[in-house]
């Protein structure tokens, strides 16, 4: 009997001894890699990022361009600095938004941009004159091309200028819907026989 409470005790310590072996084994490998992200700081930082939105037929729709680029895993964000973003719809006049900084919230369905926004539309294929949209905080959905803002904001087009508290913008419709305090200065209609 007193052979096999010291063969017991023998397998016991054996198998204690070969679990505290392995458990500083892996503490030994896990000590070496670098610390774990952060959940409050960026996972990953980018400079010269360019990221590009496909359709269903793999076209590129849009792209977002930024001097840099900080991704935040926790909420999914990404802050840019010196973002440009640009349409590449061949069906719309070019389109083209920069900013100082940009917030990209919802995998990219929605880009919160501000500082010295400006939004600059190419002229249309059926003569309308070219826009440039200027205010300080602007967001964007890019799938919808659609834009709205609730500070003042000021639009060229042409030889017109319309200055506004708040507008929101569609570029697929080509339309502008101004909220508040709207003042401006619109060119004159050309007559079909005042043209020559």
Same mark, same amino acid.
């Given at each position: +009997?007193?052979?096999?409470? %010291?063969?017991?005790?023998?397998?016991? &310590? &054996?198998?204690?001894?070969?679990?505290? %072996?392995?458990?500083?084994? !892996?503490?030994?490998?896990?000590?070496?890699?670098?610390?774990?992200v952060s959940?409050?700081?960026?996972?990953?930082?980018?400079?010269?990022?360019?990221?590009?939105?496909?359709?269903?037929?793999?076209?590129?729709?849009?792209?977002?361009?930024?001097? #840099? +680029?900080?991704h935040?895993?926790?909420?999914?964000?990404?802050?840019?600095?010196?973002?440009?973003?640009?349409?590449? =719809?061949?069906?719309?006049?070019?389109? $083209?938004?920069?900013? !100082? !900084?940009?917030?990209?919230?919802?995998?990219?369905? =929605?880009?919160? +941009? %501000?500082?010295?926004? /400006?939004?600059?539309?190419?002229?249309?294929?059926?003569?309308?004159?070219? +826009?440039?949209l200027? #205010? $300080?905080? &602007?967001?964007? &959905?890019?799938?919808?091309?659609?834009?709205? #803002?609730?500070?003042? /904001?000021? /639009?060229? @087009?042409?030889?017109s200028v319309? =200055?506004?508290?708040?507008?929101?913008?569609?570029?697929?419709?080509?339309?502008?819907?101004?909220?508040?305090?709207? @003042?401006? #200065?619109?060119?004159?209609?050309? %007559?079909?026989?005042?043209?020559?």
């Amino acid at each position: +009997m007193r052979d096999r409470i %010291t063969a017991i005790i023998a397998i016991l &310590l &054996l198998a204690g001894l070969a679990g505290v %072996t392995y458990w500083f084994s !892996q503490a030994a490998q896990f000590s070496n890699l670098a610390n774990p992200v952060s959940r409050e700081g960026p996972d990953s930082i980018g400079n010269g990022v360019t990221l590009t939105q496909f359709d269903a037929m793999g076209r590129a729709t849009n792209r977002l361009f930024a001097e #840099t +680029m900080k991704h935040y895993a926790a909420d999914d964000r990404a802050e840019l600095q010196q973002p440009r973003y640009v349409s590449l =719809r061949p069906d719309q006049p070019r389109l $083209e938004a920069r900013a !100082q !900084q940009a917030l990209v919230e919802e995998g990219g369905e =929605r880009i919160i +941009m %501000t500082g010295d926004v /400006v939004i600059t539309r190419a002229p249309g294929r059926d003569g309308e004159a070219p +826009m440039r949209l200027a #205010t $300080e905080k &602007l967001v964007a &959905l890019p799938d919808f091309e659609q834009f709205s #803002t609730d500070l003042p /904001v000021e /639009v060229d @087009r042409g030889n017109s200028v319309i =200055r506004s508290v708040g507008m929101d913008y569609d570029n697929i419709k080509r339309v502008v819907k101004f909220h508040s305090k709207v @003042r401006g #200065t619109f060119e004159a209609a050309r %007559t079909q026989g005042a043209r020559q």
